[in-house]
Nanobody, 128 residues
């Protein structure tokens, strides 16, 4: 069973940076995807970024493109989301999730419905 634990959230001023971590255990050998998602109060959960286990496909939502960077450390079974130039509208609970069935990260495929195992989330608050 795959288990994910997010960390690294916090309170930051607009223009600041945070790095979120997703520690994974139980990952299988072979292809899978890890996605980052966020959910703001009163809004639906949305896909932010995605990366495949072989690093051959990534996706970024238009709202974060150029500011966020997803990366992995396979030796540590970790996936990171470096968030720069943060804005108040980035405030949300951020989740990572796992999908063993798809080997491509795309806008359509990065919807929450396509991901199975989820972490508990980490709060990111950006003050203006």
């Amino acid at each position: 069973e795959v288990q994910l634990v997010e960390s690294g959230g916090g309170l930051v001023q607009a223009g600041g940076s945070l790095r979120l971590s997703c520690a994974a255990s139980g990952l299988p050998f072979g292809m899978y995807r890890i996605g980052w998602f966020r959910q703001a109060p009163g809004k639906e959960r949305e896909g932010v970024s995605c990366i495949t286990s072989h690093h051959d496909s990534t996706y970024y939502a238009d709202s974060v493109k150029g500011r966020f960077t997803i990366s992995t450390d396979n030796a540590k079974n970790a996936v990171y989301l470096q968030m720069n130039s943060l804005r108040p509208e980035d405030t949300a609970v951020y989740y990572c999730a796992y999908d063993p069935y798809t080997t491509l990260c795309s806008k359509y495929g990065s919807q929450p419905i396509f991901f199975g195992s989820w972490g508990q989330g980490t709060q990111v608050t950006v003050s203006s």
